[in-house]
């Protein structure tokens, strides 16, 4: 899997079986900056979008970001659109419930999550990312191995979003972990479940980018 910077000219491609859909979770909040980072002067842009419309109506900002996700992945997997779902400026619950209702629809096929995190805190040494509260008057942290067991396996999940490789490096330490106690075990089955996958970030854990594959 080979993924750009998300962009007007980004591009990736993904070797699968077949991938059904995924869950498309946009963190932006448009009208605020997040607290570690500055989004980027002049007129920044998150997938060709501009953001400064957010100064406006956040909701639009927001719309037209998951939009323009959902189109481009519709076209590059030839999935149906129904198979992508949006889950804009989300509370953890949000995802978790969308993540679960489309595994169960996608059965043993692979199964997508874009998180694209803008408009919170970059993810934390812990690789923690970050969603809202149902006010938007706070941030809420949720480990990034708790949203790789909602989306469950196969998976990919692909981090756009400041520091990247903090919730790339979670998870591959996670992996890690389970592959020891399977072989500890002589557990050949979970020793076959462990490995299957990969792990690749472009960037470092103090950069941005990518993304986490099993």
Same mark, same amino acid.
């Given at each position: 899997?080979?993924?750009?910077?998300? !962009?007007?000219?980004?591009?990736?491609?993904?070797?699968?079986?077949?991938?059904?859909?995924?869950?498309?979770?946009?963190?932006?909040?448009?009208?605020?900056?997040?607290?570690?980072?500055?989004?980027?002067?002049?007129?920044?842009?998150?997938?060709?979008?501009?953001?400064?419309?957010? $100064?406006?109506?956040?909701?639009?900002?927001?719309?037209?970001?998951?939009?323009?996700?959902?189109?481009?992945?519709? *076209?590059? &997997?030839?999935? $149906?659109?129904?198979?992508?779902? @949006?889950?804009?400026?989300?509370?953890?619950?949000?995802?978790?419930?969308?993540?679960?209702?489309?595994?169960?629809?996608?059965?043993?096929?692979?199964?997508?999550?874009?998180?694209?995190? &803008?408009?919170?805190?970059?993810?934390?040494?812990?690789?923690?990312?970050?969603?809202?509260?149902?006010?938007?008057?706070?941030?809420?942290?949720?480990?990034?191995?708790?949203?790789?067991?909602?989306?469950?396996?196969?998976?990919?999940?692909?981090?756009?979003?400041?520091?990247?490789?903090?919730?790339?490096?979670?998870?591959?330490? *996670?992996?890690?972990?389970? *592959? @020891? *106690?399977?072989?500890? @075990? &002589?557990?050949? &089955?979970?020793?076959?479940?462990?490995?299957? !996958?990969?792990?690749?970030?472009?960037? !470092?854990?103090?950069?941005?980018?990518?993304?986490?594959?099993?």
């Amino acid at each position: 899997v080979a993924m750009n910077s998300a !962009g007007p000219g980004c591009s990736f491609r993904s070797k699968s079986s077949r991938t059904y859909g995924g869950v498309l979770a946009v963190c932006l909040n448009a009208e605020v900056e997040p607290p570690d980072h500055l989004r980027g002067a002049g007129n920044p842009t998150v997938c060709g979008i501009s953001l400064q419309g957010g $100064r406006g109506d956040a909701r639009k900002v927001v719309a037209a970001v998951g939009a323009e996700l959902k189109e481009r992945f519709v *076209q590059l &997997h030839g999935a $149906r659109a129904s198979a992508y779902r @949006q889950s804009l400026d989300p509370t953890a619950e949000q995802v978790q419930r969308a993540c679960r209702k489309l595994r169960r629809d996608a059965g043993d096929d692979l199964l997508l999550l874009h998180y694209s995190g &803008h408009g919170v805190p970059a993810p934390s040494a812990l690789g923690e990312l970050w969603f809202f509260n149902e006010g938007y008057t706070e941030y809420v942290p949720t480990r990034a191995v708790e949203v790789a067991a909602w989306l469950g396996a196969p998976r990919l999940m692909i981090f756009d979003c400041p520091c990247a490789g903090r919730a790339v490096d979670s998870l591959a330490s *996670q992996r890690r972990i389970v *592959q @020891q *106690q399977a072989v500890a @075990q &002589h557990d050949s &089955h979970e020793r076959h479940g462990a490995g299957d !996958g990969f792990l690749r970030a472009t960037l !470092g854990a103090e950069h941005a980018a990518f993304l986490h594959s099993s």
